[in-house]
């Protein structure tokens, strides 16, 4: 009995050490700590793979709610994205960066979701709607601008290479990986999408002294 | 406005915090640990790749032997030389591509459908230089002969390369279905070379180059088909 309570102890030791090697690790090279996690993921380790849903998800979610209409959607999506990325999940290969393989198939979970909704019209409609919906550009808590708000007026495959590039940080390479095309079109879209977000700010008055600020 | 500026106010807007239920969090995580096991990865993309080409290459080989090598036989050194390379050069970067679409999140050098029209056209460029032979003798006959025997072994090549594959997952199942398509159509283009005879210039870029769009585009139409099937499928599946 004390020597079981003593292997629980030196058990429970060893995986706070791992996990504070695992953060301290984290801060050092968050990319290589995820592709660190996957592969332990791949191995069968239970921790990892919740390491790994907690530490993506939001992103995830973030990714989804501005694509689609409602958190609702988002919520399935999410669910949904992260059992196909577990069914396939021997398909990432060790070295390769983690973020282009996760968001391929999370934009593949989109598009599914997507030609499923154009099947009906009244979502059809809404979407019609979105970009004078953005035109108000609520704030978000904090009186931070609303990201969903700020991309909506943007055609989907610009909003997602935006969404991609400049809110989850990911480089143009990566960004070209996860959306199956070359560097020169996802700066393309980049370019087109800032030529639009200019000319509806600037309509709008807004400049960066005032962002923090917007109704 | 200034990009710096825009880049502000996106950087603001991705500060504001985004929290996910933890409940739904727990449900992902209990649903996949109830199937967690350990998993092998797919090799290497150039060993894929050299499977695949090695797999076509065997194909065509084969085929060519059991109908007869009279092709390459009746071909000049500088023929040879250059259609079997410029063969072997589209059926890697048709298998490097290929594995590409089936491995989500890797780097695509060159678009599926550009792929297949470029390499239609250098074959149809390299036809056309080498061969001068402008009679057509039983134009038709003979070339439904030819694309007949090089859609049929495309076949085979298109099997055996799925099954090196399987374990793939196309986000793109009509480009991936495509790029198979086209890469099985090459081998049976290369069988044709090995055997075929038929020097005129009309007949080998006609028929022997149309083997490969039309096999890549065969198998973009049935990967279409069956992600159609697949959706219609988890569409009325009942959701858990």
Same mark, same amino acid.
């Given at each position: 009995?004390?020597?079981?309570?003593? +292997?629980?102890?030196? $058990?429970?030791?060893?995986?706070?050490?791992?996990?504070?090697?695992?953060?301290?690790?984290?801060?050092?090279?968050?990319?290589?700590?995820? +592709?660190?996690?996957?592969?332990?993921?791949?191995?069968?380790?239970?921790?990892?793979?919740?390491?790994?849903?907690?530490?993506?998800?939001?992103?995830?979610?973030?990714?989804?709610?501005?694509?689609?209409?409602?958190?609702?959607? $988002?919520?399935?999506?999410? +669910?949904?994205?992260?059992?196909?990325?577990?069914?396939?999940?021997?398909?990432?290969? $060790?070295?390769?960066?983690?973020?282009?393989?996760?968001?391929?198939?999370? =934009? *593949?979970?989109?598009?599914?979701?997507?030609?499923?909704? =154009?099947?009906?019209?009244?979502?059809?409609?809404?979407?019609?709607?979105?970009? #004078?919906?953005?035109?108000?550009?609520?704030?978000?808590?904090?009186?931070?601008?609303?990201?969903?708000?700020?991309?909506?007026?943007?055609?989907?495959?610009?909003?997602?290479?935006?969404?991609?590039?400049?809110?989850?940080?990911?480089?143009?390479?990566?960004?070209? =990986?996860?959306?199956?095309?070359?560097?020169?079109?996802?700066?393309?879209?980049?370019?087109?999408?800032?030529?639009?977000?200019?000319?509806?700010?600037?309509?709008?008055?807004?400049?960066?002294?005032?962002?923090?600020?917007?109704? | 406005?200034?990009?710096? #500026?825009?880049?502000?106010?996106?950087?603001?807007?991705?500060?504001?915090?985004?929290?996910?239920?933890?409940?739904?969090?727990?449900?992902?995580?209990?649903?996949?640990?109830?199937?967690?096991?350990?998993?092998?990865?797919?090799?290497?993309?150039?060993?894929?790749?050299?499977?695949?080409?090695?797999?076509? $290459?065997?194909?065509?080989?084969?085929?060519?032997? =059991?109908?007869?090598?009279?092709?390459? +036989?009746?071909?000049?050194?500088?023929?040879?030389?250059?259609?079997?390379?410029?063969?072997?050069?589209?059926?890697?970067?048709?298998?490097?591509?290929?594995?590409?679409?089936?491995?989500?999140?890797?780097?695509?050098?060159?678009?599926?459908?550009?792929?297949?029209?470029?390499?239609?056209?250098?074959?149809?460029?390299?036809?056309?230089?080498?061969? *001068?032979?402008?009679?057509?003798?039983?134009?038709?006959?003979?070339?439904?002969?030819?694309?007949?025997?090089?859609?049929?072994?495309?076949?085979?090549?298109?099997?055996?390369?799925?099954?090196?594959?399987?374990?793939?997952?196309?986000?793109?199942?009509?480009?991936? @279905?495509?790029?198979?398509?086209?890469?099985?159509?090459?081998?049976?283009?290369?069988?044709?070379?090995?055997?075929?005879?038929?020097?005129?210039?009309?007949?080998?870029?006609?028929?022997?180059?149309?083997?490969?769009?039309?096999? @890549?585009?065969?198998?973009?139409?049935?990967?279409?088909?069956?992600?159609?099937? @697949?959706?219609? @499928?988890?569409?009325?599946?009942?959701?858990?």
């Amino acid at each position: 009995m004390k020597c079981e309570a003593r +292997q629980n102890d030196c $058990a429970r030791a060893c995986g706070d050490w791992r996990n504070n090697w695992v953060s301290g690790f984290s801060l050092m090279n968050p990319d290589s700590d995820l +592709q660190t996690l996957m592969a332990r993921y791949q191995r069968g380790d239970f921790a990892a793979a919740t390491a790994l849903i907690r530490r993506l998800s939001p992103q995830l979610h973030r990714f989804f709610v501005v694509q689609v209409a409602s958190r609702g959607d $988002a919520d399935d999506l999410l +669910q949904e994205t992260w059992l196909r990325l577990h069914e396939v999940r021997h398909t990432y290969r $060790a070295g390769e960066p983690l973020l282009p393989w996760l968001y391929a198939i999370a =934009r *593949h979970i989109r598009v599914d979701h997507y030609r499923k909704a =154009r099947r009906a019209a009244a979502r059809e409609e809404r979407l019609e709607e979105m970009p #004078e919906v953005a035109a108000a550009l609520p704030a978000g808590s904090g009186g931070t601008p609303d990201l969903k708000a700020l991309l909506a007026p943007l055609p989907e495959s610009q909003r997602e290479v935006i969404e991609m590039l400049k809110v989850e940080g990911m480089s143009l390479e990566e960004v070209a =990986r996860a959306t199956s095309s070359s560097i020169g079109s996802v700066k393309q879209k980049a370019h087109r999408a800032y030529e639009k977000l200019r000319e509806r700010l600037t309509g709008m008055g807004l400049g960066a002294g005032r962002a923090g600020g917007l109704p | 406005m200034r990009d710096r #500026e825009i880049d502000e106010i996106l950087k603001k807007a991705a500060q504001a915090p985004h929290d996910v239920d933890p409940a739904l969090l727990d449900e992902v995580a209990r649903s996949i640990g109830s199937s967690l096991r350990p998993v092998r990865p797919l090799p290497p993309a150039w060993v894929l790749a050299g499977g695949m080409v090695m797999i076509c $290459a065997a194909v065509a080989l084969a085929g060519a032997a =059991r109908l007869g090598l009279n092709g390459i +036989q009746g071909l000049s050194v500088l023929e040879r030389a250059l259609i079997f390379p410029a063969l072997g050069i589209l059926l890697w970067l048709a298998a490097t591509a290929s594995v590409s679409e089936m491995v989500p999140g890797s780097r695509r050098r060159v678009a599926p459908g550009l792929l297949l029209a470029a390499g239609s056209l250098a074959l149809v460029a390299i036809f056309a230089v080498l061969f *001068h032979d402008y009679r057509s003798e039983r134009f038709v006959s003979q070339g439904l002969a030819c694309l007949t025997a090089g859609l049929l072994h495309a076949i085979p090549a298109a099997c055996a390369s799925w099954l090196l594959l399987r374990r793939g997952f196309a986000v793109n199942a009509v480009a991936a @279905g495509m790029m198979a398509g086209t890469l099985a159509g090459l081998a049976g283009v290369t069988m044709l070379e090995l055997h075929c005879a038929n020097f005129e210039t009309l007949h080998v870029m006609l028929w022997h180059t149309a083997v490969m769009p039309l096999s @890549g585009a065969a198998g973009a139409l049935l990967a279409w088909a069956a992600s159609f099937r @697949g959706r219609l @499928g988890r569409s009325r599946a009942p959701r858990s």
